[in-house]
C-alpha cells in the first residue's frame, strides 16, 4: 500500500466512525533530567537574554502589578491589548479599566495598530531555549503576539518546563481536541531579521521588544 493509500484509508475509517487510531508512541529526541524550578528559571532566563528578550523575576503577583505600571510609564501608553486569561485579569487588577483593551472578535489588524504594547499568557515556558509557548484561541489573540512593538508575556514558575519534548503530550493531546480552536504560537526573543549585508534589524516581522514577568 502507497503512503497516500494509506493516508486516504485512514481518512475513510475516521469518516466511517470506526474506533480512531491510536497515536504512535513519542520517540524521545531529547532525554528529561528533571531539572529543579530554580534551575530552569536560571536556563530560561540566560537562554532569552542571550537573543535579546527580558525577564524579571517576580516573587508576588503584587510585584508584577507595579513592574507592569513601570513598563506602560516607560513605554508612555496607557493603553495596554491582553488576551483575556485568569492571570492577565489578575496582573491588570488595578489597572483604570479603560487603560486594559481585551480582543473582540470584530478587531482587525488595523484596529489593533495604535496598541503600544500587548500582554499575553504563557502556557508554558521552555527553559533550554528560552521560549514562550502560547495557546491562541482566536485570530485576535495571534496577531496581539506579534502587531504591537512590545510583546509582554506573564507566567508563574510552575510553569516552566525542560524542553518542548517534556509537554509534547499534553500539546498534542490539546491539539486534536475537536473542540478546541486555534493554535499555539511559540516566542523566543525580539523579532530579528537580517538583510544580505548581515545587517541585523530588530521588530520587523514581530514585536521589537519582548518582556517576560516570571512570578513566583
Given at each position: 500500500?502507497?503512503?497516500?493509500?494509506?493516508?486516504l484509508?485512514?481518512?475513510?475509517?475516521?469518516?466511517?466512525?470506526?474506533?480512531p487510531?491510536?497515536?504512535?508512541?513519542?520517540?524521545?529526541?531529547?532525554?528529561?533530567?528533571?531539572?529543579?524550578?530554580?534551575?530552569?528559571?536560571?536556563r530560561?532566563?540566560?537562554?532569552?537574554?542571550?537573543?535579546?528578550?527580558?525577564?524579571?523575576?517576580?516573587?508576588?503577583?503584587?510585584?508584577?502589578?507595579?513592574?507592569?505600571?513601570?513598563?506602560?510609564?516607560?513605554?508612555?501608553?496607557?493603553?495596554?491589548g491582553?488576551?483575556?486569561?485568569?492571570?492577565?485579569?489578575?496582573?491588570?487588577?488595578?489597572?483604570?479599566?479603560?487603560?486594559?483593551?481585551?480582543?473582540?472578535?470584530?478587531?482587525?489588524?488595523?484596529?489593533?495598530?495604535?496598541?503600544v504594547?500587548?500582554?499575553?499568557?504563557?502556557?508554558?515556558?521552555?527553559?533550554?531555549?528560552?521560549?514562550?509557548?502560547?495557546?491562541?484561541?482566536?485570530?485576535?489573540?495571534?496577531?496581539l503576539?506579534?502587531?504591537p512593538?512590545?510583546?509582554?508575556?506573564?507566567?508563574?514558575?510552575?510553569?516552566?518546563?525542560?524542553?518542548?519534548?517534556?509537554?509534547?503530550?499534553?500539546?498534542?493531546?490539546?491539539?486534536g481536541?475537536p473542540?478546541?480552536?486555534?493554535?499555539?504560537?511559540?516566542?523566543?526573543?525580539?523579532?530579528?531579521?537580517?538583510?544580505?549585508?548581515?545587517?541585523?534589524?530588530?521588530?520587523v516581522?514581530?514585536?521589537?521588544?519582548?518582556?517576560?514577568?516570571?512570578?513566583?
Amino acid at each position: 500500500m502507497s503512503s497516500r493509500d494509506a493516508i486516504l484509508s485512514r481518512i475513510r475509517t475516521a469518516l466511517a466512525g470506526d474506533p480512531p487510531v491510536a497515536r504512535p508512541s513519542i520517540p524521545e529526541v531529547w532525554p528529561r533530567t528533571n531539572p529543579g524550578i530554580e534551575e530552569m528559571a536560571e536556563r530560561f532566563t540566560k537562554e532569552l537574554r542571550a537573543v535579546g528578550g527580558e525577564v524579571y523575576r517576580l516573587t508576588t503577583m503584587d510585584d508584577a502589578r507595579r513592574k507592569l505600571a513601570e513598563l506602560m510609564e516607560e513605554l508612555q501608553s496607557t493603553l495596554l491589548g491582553a488576551i483575556d486569561r485568569p492571570i492577565c485579569r489578575e496582573l491588570c487588577g488595578e489597572l483604570p479599566p479603560d487603560h486594559v483593551a481585551w480582543p473582540e472578535p470584530g478587531w482587525t489588524p488595523r484596529t489593533m495598530s495604535d496598541l503600544v504594547a500587548g500582554l499575553v499568557p504563557a502556557d508554558y515556558l521552555l527553559a533550554d531555549t528560552g521560549s514562550c509557548l502560547i495557546a491562541c484561541g482566536t485570530h485576535q489573540e495571534r496577531i496581539l503576539c506579534y502587531l504591537p512593538p512590545t510583546c509582554i508575556v506573564v507566567a508563574r514558575t510552575a510553569q516552566l518546563v525542560e524542553h518542548l519534548p517534556a509537554v509534547w503530550e499534553t500539546i498534542a493531546s490539546r491539539s486534536g481536541d475537536p473542540n478546541l480552536r486555534g493554535e499555539f504560537v511559540i516566542v523566543t526573543g525580539p523579532s530579528r531579521t537580517a538583510d544580505i549585508e548581515k545587517i541585523l534589524i530588530l521588530g520587523v516581522h514581530g514585536p521589537k521588544r519582548l518582556v517576560v514577568l516570571l512570578v513566583g
